[in-house]
């Protein structure tokens, strides 16, 4: 059971928007700590996505974005492509618990 | 370019220690917070613990669940994070990843090193 909640899974097609929800408490989220955002394409290592609630990294495309409210964060994408077929990991810190992270989100491209 | 390598995984039984290694380069190490994460198969990802620089005197601190198993040390003069692992239970079998810390977010991952722990 992770700290933070996300969906298992998300789906959309070809040029949709989608957004994947991350949901804390307030002993982390709630608690105006900072939420960051990683990218697994499969077989591979998770890349830094979207880092302090809702800045890219060079070169992360303009088609993310982040924010966060209250005990929540969300990630969205934008005119989806094939290549963001991956999963989606929401982090943060736990004023008990240190770095915690979400279970995970597998976006499917239709 | 920033990498991250990591080494020492491998297969070793229950109870047993292992040491990681990770080399960093195309960063000044020495000045930079380093990190170790794992992902268990099939799994999500965890924090184990992390390392400041010695500006901030080197402090660790460590994920509740291997806290007093498992130790993260540093040498600059290498370039070199470790991460000592004792007692390894099955449990301890995943991807162990090191990371460089941008702040309170990992900003690069090493690819990984399997550790695998079975009789």
């Known amino acids: 059971q992770s700290v933070l909640t996300q969906p298992p899974s998300v789906s959309g097609a070809p040029g949709q928007r989608v957004t994947l929800s991350c949901t804390g408490s307030s002993s982390n989220i709630g608690a105006h700590y900072d939420v960051h955002w990683y990218q697994q394409l499969p077989g591979t290592a998770p890349k830094l996505l979207i880092y302090v609630n809702n800045n890219r990294p060079s070169g992360v495309p303009d088609r993310f974005s982040g924010s966060k409210s209250g005990t929540s964060a969300s990630l969205a994408i934008s005119g989806l492509q094939a290549e963001d077929e991956a999963d989606y990991y929401c982090?943060?810190?736990?004023?008990?618990?240190?770095?915690?992270f979400g279970g995970g989100t597998k976006l499917t491209v239709l | 370019e920033v990498l991250l390598v990591e080494s020492g995984g491998g297969l070793v039984q229950p109870g047993r220690s292992l040491r990681l290694s990770c080399t960093g380069s195309g960063f000044t190490f020495g000045d930079n917070h380093m990190s170790w994460f794992r992902q268990a198969p099939g799994k999500g990802l965890e924090w184990i613990g992390f390392?400041?620089?010695?500006?901030?005197?080197?402090?660790?601190e460590y994920a509740a669940s291997i806290k007093g198993r498992f130790t993260i040390t540093r040498d600059d003069s290498k370039n070199i994070a470790y991460l000592q692992m004792n007692s390894l239970k099955i449990e301890d079998t995943a991807v162990y990843y090191c990371t460089k810390l941008g702040g309170s977010y990992a900003d690069y991952w090493g690819q990984g090193t399997l550790v695998t722990v079975s009789s």
């Open positions: 390392i400041k620089s010695k500006t901030y005197g080197e402090t660790t």
């Open positions: 982090q943060s810190f736990d004023s008990s618990l240190g770095v915690v």
